[in-house]
């Protein structure tokens, strides 16, 4: 489109004619080159893009994107986001504010997407439920991302460096010992077992662990602790999830009361670490690096 202007300007120069043939046709490149400009301007204003969760707002920051609302967070968002309406917690946002702000589109994650479809139809609201389910999943939703909003070079770039990062670990982890590791995810007032299929699997694996849940086809499992015995695992990573102070108090019980645990040759030899909530989520995030340095100090110190 843009090459059929130009030619349709150079066309109009040359029938004016006159001396100035140069001159006219500089303009009318100018000219056709400003419309182009200013075209691109106008689609790129047209996206009214909300935040759903917070790994979404620092994925678009990164991609040098706007938006026109962020979910309710205590956490640090980029500075680009500052002053802007919240729609409220991620899980439940408040679908009549998103409905005000007339959004092109709301980004939301595929883990909510059962809970937040209905309602979002409902209002006819357009959202896309963007899968941050493991990291090679988070890093082609980037590239889509780039796509889409036309910041193909700014996702790609985002990408190698996570892909630098993860091929560092990976390197190091190569010719070590692989630990077998068990994976609790806790909740308040209960636990399951993460497999590899979840996230904090996925970061176990890229870090060269191998998860004693290996083989099973969903995220995650009801807890048994006479079988988890069984499995003999050399680590014990425990992710505590919603209110974090009081699911590692529950652990602690957990650990102290149920006899089984003390016969576990990871309790035995100190190996039960308790990982923070920030760094090691239920999805993919950004912060992927600094997770799989963590879990490569644990796992090879």
């Known amino acids: 489109m843009k090459k059929w202007l130009i030619g349709l300007a150079l066309s109009v120069a040359v029938l004016a004619g006159c001396g100035n043939g140069d001159k006219q046709t500089e303009q009318a490149e100018t000219k056709v080159e400003d419309t182009a400009s200013g075209q ?8 009214r893009i909300i935040a759903g969760t917070v790994v979404i707002a620092q994925i678009l920051d990164r991609l040098n994107l706007d938006a026109v609302a962020i979910p ?5 968002l980029p500075s680009r986001f500052d002053g802007l309406p919240d729609i409220g917690n991620a899980m439940d946002p408040d679908a009549e504010i998103i409905k005000s702000l007339n959004p092109t589109e709301v980004l939301s994650v595929s883990t909510l997407e059962y809970d937040l479809k209905d309602k979002f139809e409902q209002l006819k609201i357009p959202v896309d439920f963007v899968d941050l389910t493991s990291i090679e999943a988070m890093m082609d939703e980037i590239t889509v991302l780039g796509e889409r909003y036309n910041r193909v070079e700014e996702a790609k770039l985002l990408n190698d460096e996570l892909q630098t990062e993860i091929d560092a670990v990976k390197v190091a982890a190569s010719d070590k010992e692989k630990p077998r590791v068990l994976i609790l995810l806790g909740v308040p007032g209960s636990y399951l077992v993460a497999t590899e299929n979840s996230y904090a699997g996925d970061l176990v694996r890229l870090a060269g662990g191998e998860n004693v849940m290996a083989g099973q086809d969903a995220e995650y499992l009801p807890s048994n602790t006479e079988y ?18 009081e699911v590692i108090k529950m652990f602690d019980e957990e650990f102290v009361e149920n006899d089984v645990w003390k016969h576990f040759n990871a309790v035995k030899n100190g190996q039960v670490f308790d990982l923070e909530e920030e760094l090691f989520g239920t999805t993919a995030a950004l912060n992927v690096p600094d997770a799989l340095h963590q879990l490569e100090k644990i796992f090879y110190q």
């Open 40 to 47: 691109a301007s106008a689609v790129e204003e047209e996206h």
């Open 228 to 245: 988890l015995y069984s499995s003999n695992p050399d680590i014990i990573l425990r992710l505590a999830h919603g209110m974090p102070d």
């Open 72 to 76: 309710d967070t205590i956490k640090e």
